[in-house]
């Protein structure tokens, strides 16, 4: 299920259309950093520009949602159908999903007020746009009741709900604290970490925080001490361009307009030791990808090769590539479908992505190094040697 042909499902045998960002319901969540209770909440702002299928007897349009609703009613799956949410209660359309999630909203905690006729308006005017099978009133209505549907456009027409600014905080005795205090203990010592042990050689984790240099997940190896010997002497990172943010925004022309493409971030210091120019094209290459390109398992290859850009923003020794550039689907390359070919677009393709060069462990090389106490990828700790293409 996917909204394009991606990276990852190019190689899907058939791909379910998925609506994309203006055209579905999202609720989002907030971070521990945000002292504020908030909910934003995502709903169609655009027709989908995919067509209408039938789930149940009732026309939505095909996403995600529709996909997971006809397995259900071809599977005849419990908690689905005219009494999926309870007796007389249905679960046939995505609506029924997301609008209770809504009425949850306007209820939680202090329910919201009702919306006066203006707000009522101004909510079935923003709306008309929509066929009935992504926005129809009478339904809506029927889904979440008389008595909450004016709560209900009250939090629409906000967006979601944002607790007031001023009771993020209160003034107590001991000074100004959070008005939402954090509900569970912060440990500097966990016991129940260090009597988890590593589960390929079997030592305790450590119970505080403390810093691991990259291992191997076997025999514990110092990695970087070694790499560095072979005449890998840059630590490779990765960041975020705020005009290119996401991994779809590259069909977004306005702003490749704006970045057309990437590059390998480089300080002066490095540069002038290597005899590197602005603009050269470099290749990066890793321990674990001493060629520098993605091998994409269908005879094709993509370089990890990029323009260079000296600044003096980024600690000597390091190298930085940012995220959302050089894609190899996407409209980047030539699709065929159903025998009609779609020709590519090569601005989507341009500048570079960088994560093949993540080193890789010598006893599992189908997998990153990992952090053996949170279990996810090690992302700073691959060392590279940049050399011009």
Do not use: C
């Not at 609720?27 to 950093?33: K, L, Q, R, V």
């Not at 691991?212 to 970087?224: I, K, N, R």
């Amino acid at each position: 299920s996917d909204a394009v042909i991606g990276e990852t499902t190019m190689y899907a045998d058939y791909i379910f259309p998925d609506t994309m960002y203006l055209e579905r319901w999202e609720f989002h969540g907030s971070h521990p950093n945000v002292a504020f209770k908030i909910q934003p909440l995502r709903n169609p702002a655009i027709d989908p520009l995919v067509p209408d299928v039938t789930v149940y007897g009732n026309a939505m349009p095909l996403s995600l949602e529709a996909m997971l609703l006809g397995l259900a009613e071809k599977l005849n799956l419990p908690g689905f159908g005219e009494n999926g949410f309870g007796e007389g209660k249905p679960f046939t359309h995505q609506d029924h999903f997301y609008l209770r999630m809504v009425a949850n909203l306007a209820l939680n905690v202090e329910p919201v007020p009702d919306a006066d006729d203006e707000e009522v308006r101004i909510f079935l005017e923003a709306r008309r746009h929509l066929r009935p099978s992504v926005f129809d009133a009478e339904r809506w209505k029927s889904i979440v009741g008389e008595d909450l549907w004016r709560k209900v456009i009250y939090v629409f027409n906000r967006g979601g709900r944002f607790q007031n600014y001023e009771k993020g905080y209160r003034q107590t005795a001991r000074g100004k604290q959070l008005g939402n205090r954090y509900g569970k203990l912060i440990n500097i010592y966990q016991e129940k970490t260090y009597s988890t042990r590593n589960s390929m050689n079997g030592e305790h984790l450590a119970g505080y925080a403390r810093y691991v240099p990259p291992a191997t997940s076997l025999l514990g190896e110092d990695l970087a001490a070694k790499d560095r010997a072979d005449g890998f002497d840059f630590h490779l990172i990765t960041y975020r361009e705020i005009v290119q943010t996401k991994s779809r925004t590259s069909s977004n022309y306005w702003l490749l307009a704006v970045l057309p493409e990437n590059f390998v971030l480089m300080n002066a210091v490095d540069a002038t030791r290597l005899g590197y120019k602005e603009g050269d094209l470099v290749r990066v290459v890793s321990p674990t990808n001493p060629n520098g390109e993605w091998d994409l398992g269908n005879g094709m290859t993509k370089p990890m090769v990029g323009k260079l850009k000296i600044v003096q923003g980024i600690r000597p020794g390091v190298v930085g590539v940012s995220l959302g550039f050089g894609h190899w689907a996407y409209g980047s390359t030539p699709v065929k479908i159903d025998g009609v070919t779609i020709p590519a677009d090569e601005r989507r393709g341009r500048g570079l992505h960088i994560n093949a060069a993540m080193r890789t462990d010598p006893h599992t090389p189908n997998t990153t190094l990992v952090d053996p106490v949170g279990g996810s990828a090690v992302f700073y700790d691959t060392l590279v040697k940049v050399v011009k293409a």
